[in-house]
């Protein structure tokens, strides 16, 4: 898989910390990458279900790039979103589609969190990748 | 102790496992593990009707755990069940259906768990039951004199024993002595209690009480439903099949006259023969002074996250469990539990099953810390330590 330039530093930050305490310090600090959704838009039909977070995405298309915002209660979740901001947000849509789940499984961030984390991470990933086909 | 429980010499992440979500399920004793190898490797056999001498270990061996039961708990009637759950859904089943009616009132309190809550839920729906809720109070006691005023037409009071939410015992003894006096009988959810206390259910004078294996280091799917004499004979056959019946024609059935009308098929042998080793570990130990001792791990630690500026829910008086639920005032409960597990403590997080309290607090859940009798306090010194090193960097 061909990832962008940030995204493939991103993944080999990861790669290089052994610790897990470390690697979720990380995930904490990439909390700061997110363009915050107002709490006044979180709704139905931004929840990421499934989540065991209050977790919201908001997906739109600016000239063919994905502009991604979002939010969570707890900065763990975030830091996911931080993740995928990184290796989504200003990028071409058509890029951003051939996109799956496994660069997270690189980076060894989903093994590092708890079974429904990582699932929340997937139903996150998932909601974001049909909201923008549905807007192509 | 420590050395006899071989999970507890493990590393998470290159750190030492500090366990501590006793109050979810609790660590195993090599003499349970043996003796459920043991019985695969040389005894298995299904239980109660061949001859052979597989049969007939597998059957004592099955059988000497409700001998075990009725022993350390001093009751007449032990029904094996797959744990706390099914056994409150037994007495739904088996005695609710055949002893309650249209109007009939249930007892419960907003300190059960869902699995004490639930299946009446379900049996009120069908049955058209009004379920009355005995409110917790802000010291989170129950409200005795609200329970008082709801007993008068009860036919059942269903009730938790120690939260295992804050870790309070109520005041069983009372509960059990009203119902009586008022004609209801009386449920007990022991599946916090049974693992920490020595309970005398005869003296006690409920007519059921449930629990599980697990929680008193014993396997998983398996736990109890003891059974006054009086309750017993009101039961009525809940899943019907093999081992539970006398004879059967195509004409029709006769049941079994003991506990095991209540246990239908198969029932669980290795899991019995491992509680069976769990009970006799739990009877070697001095519980009180081992209650004692990790409940002042768990004021210590109550009044060290208060320090800490935590919100503690419990009050830590002498029969309560040594359970301490917390919240931070903004850091989030799940994230906090995935940095302690960075560095190998285990807690538990969210509603714990018991949404309603938690509705009555005004939350919607907490970190939990529970022990068991193999933790030191020096391992809540380093939960403490540590603690405080995450609030530092991250809060």
Redesign the interface.
């Known amino acids: 898989m061909n990832y962008s330039a940030e995204l493939s530093e991103l993944i080999e930050e990861f790669q290089a910390i052994d610790?897990?305490?470390e690697r979720?310090?990380m995930v904490?600090d990439l909390a700061d990458e997110v363009n915050l959704l107002p709490l006044e838009d979180w709704n139905d039909a931004t929840r990421v279900h499934g989540c065991?977070?209050e977790a919201h995405v908001k997906v739109g298309l600016v000239d063919s790039n994905v502009n991604f915002q979002a939010g969570a209660?707890?900065?763990?979740v975030q830091g996911l979103m931080g993740i995928l901001t990184m290796a989504i947000h200003g990028i071409n849509a058509d890029e951003v589609l051939t996109l799956t789940p496994d660069f997270a499984t690189e980076m060894g961030i989903l093994n590092?969190?708890?079974p429904s984390?990582s699932n929340g991470f997937r139903n996150m990933f998932d909601k974001v990748m049909s909201e923008i086909k549905q807007q192509m | 102790m420590r050395d006899e429980f071989p999970i507890l010499q493990r590393e998470i992440n290159g750190y030492p496992l500090v366990y501590l979500d006793n109050a979810a399920t609790t660590q195993k004793p090599n003499s349970v593990i043996d003796a459920m190898n043991d019985y695969y490797s040389n005894s298995n056999a299904n239980v109660h009707r061949a001859v052979h001498t597989l049969a007939g270990e597998a059957t004592e061996g099955y059988e000497s755990c409700r001998t075990a039961l009725k022993s350390r708990f001093n009751a007449n009637k032990a029904i094996i069940t797959s744990g706390t759950t099914e056994a409150i859904n037994l007495v739904a089943h088996a005695w609710g259906r055949a002893n309650l009616s249209d109007g009939d009132a249930i007892i419960l309190t907003e300190m059960e768990h869902h699995s004490d809550i639930v299946p009446w839920q379900m049996l009120a729906q069908e049955m058209n039951i009004e379920l009355r809720y005995v409110p917790v109070q802000k010291d989170l006691t129950l409200d005795m004199d609200l329970f008082e005023a709801a007993i008068d037409g009860a036919k059942l009071v269903c009730v938790v024993h120690i939260s295992n939410v804050l870790g309070v015992c109520n005041p069983v003894a009372d509960i059990v002595r009203i119902a009586k006096e008022n004609g209801a009988r009386v449920l007990l959810d022991a599946a916090q209690s049974a693992p920490h206390q020595d309970i005398d259910f005869i003296e006690l004078g409920a007519d059921f009480m449930a629990f599980s294996a697990h929680k008193m280091c014993g396997p998983t799917g398996i736990g109890a439903l003891l059974v006054a004499d009086d309750a017993f004979s009101e039961m009525q056959p809940f899943m019907g099949g093999g081992d539970m019946i006398e004879t059967v024609s195509i004409r029709g059935s006769t049941y079994q006259k003991n506990e095991q009308k209540f246990e239908a098929g198969t029932p669980r042998i290795a899991e019995a023969i491992g509680w069976t080793e769990a009970i006799k570990w739990l009877n070697g130990i001095d519980i009180k002074s081992e209650h004692e001792r990790i409940l002042q791990s768990a004021r210590w630690l109550a009044g060290q996250l208060r320090e800490m500026g935590m919100t503690v829910y419990g009050r830590h008086d002498d029969n309560d469990a040594a359970v301490v639920s917390f919240l931070h005032p903004t850091m989030n409960s799940e994230d906090l539990a995935h940095l302690l597990d960075a560095r190998g403590f285990a807690v538990r997080t969210g509603h714990h099953c018991a949404q309603p309290l938690l509705e009555r607090l005004e939350i919607t859940g907490t970190v939990r810390v529970s022990l068991y009798f193999y933790n030191t306090h020096e391992e809540v010194i380093s939960f403490v330590n540590y603690l405080s090193e995450i609030l530092e960097r991250f809060a």
Not at chain 1, 73 to 76: N, Q
């Open positions: 610790d897990k305490m979720l310090e904490f065991q977070s209660d707890s900065k763990l590092s969190l708890s984390r």
